[in-house]
């Protein structure tokens, strides 16, 4: 059987495998801690689940327009002009299935075959093989101090004539790192002048720590015309912990958005009109499960941080924001595939490979899962891979005895 070049270009979501892998072991019964996870463990907004269900009651569940309901884009609206001080109106905004799917409809918008996507590394699993599905070149920006925060050379530096977008995501996925003002400021005014695409992945721009306050493209940009090469990307998913609804959008100039709405249009027809409903709902609504969520998040990475540098030889960095740290576990082991795998295997323990980030040695860590998930899968680590550990580990009532050295 032949399949298409693309679809063999395109790996399997590492990210997804390991939630499918978690579930498949945790339904035999096995004691797994999943500290691979990229959602939070709180529930979806009250809100949210009334205005879904208020709908589903009444039986009439319809096609919805291609580019999303009239309620949700206004709820949208709102919003950018809530938390980016900026008016746009229903023309600039697509409503999609999730994030994901408007950073694809964005992609497929701009990318001609060839030309290529510059996005700082570590970088979202994802973004490499959306670029490749819209037959584009994705050029992963490594910064040049080996940091996790990019400056604008290291941008510049890998533009040619085929660069056609940047995409910048802060905080980010997988580091936690919150890139400095300037930086987004740089980037901003860097993509007007070359005349780049610039798709600010925004997911996680209201999860962060220490008093940070988010920073709004908006801010830095001079051009706010139609010619606005600009893409803002946002969804419910992480914020108000509703990843399994699957509803994000894009909020751009009306010529992106007409073009997006007419691949998705032909691509889903549009999210749920369900699922709309309950954005509609959680956006709307009480607020507060924001507020609540970070406080959760930023004493769980508190309690993250503090085990993994009393861990010896482990590398960290203080993530600024989102539900992730990317720790470098190279003293340990170098192939961080292999390392993830031995984890799984020994103690149990789920945990992403850096490579699949474009970085190899480190892990990825979540914690977004529960203050005991962290401190026991750490444990559990620590004792894997300290060999002077004592011999044997107790998991429950079942013993742990080391085999390896
Ligand atoms: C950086 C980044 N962008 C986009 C997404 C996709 O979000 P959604 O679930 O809304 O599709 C994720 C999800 O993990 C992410 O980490």
Redesign the pocket.
Known sequence: MSISQIARSIKTSP?LALNEKFAILKSKGDPVVHLGG??PKSKAPMDAILAASAHLNTGEIRYAPADGIPALKQAIIRYTEEHYNRKVVPENVMA????????MCALHTVLNPQEEVIFPAP?????PEMVKLCQGIPVPAHPEDGSFYPRIQDIEQRVGSYTKAVII?SP???TGAMYSAEFIADVVDFCEKKDLYLIM?D??HRLIFDGRKPINCYDYANDFSENSKLIV?N????LYAM?GF???WAVASKKIIQAMANIQGHQTSGPSIIMQKAAVGALNGLQSCISNLNVTLENNRNVLLAHLNSFEGVKTTMPEG?F?TFADFSAYEKDSTKLSNFLIDKVQVLTVPGVEFGLEGYLRLSFCGGIKDITQGIERMKWALDLNSPNELYIGDRKLVRDWV
């Open positions: 990210t990229g959602e999609s299935s999730g994030a994901k799917q408007a950073i970088y979202w699993v994802s973004y995501n980010n996925n997988p992945d997911i996680y990307i969804g419910v998913s992480k990843t699957r509803i994000g989102t992730y």
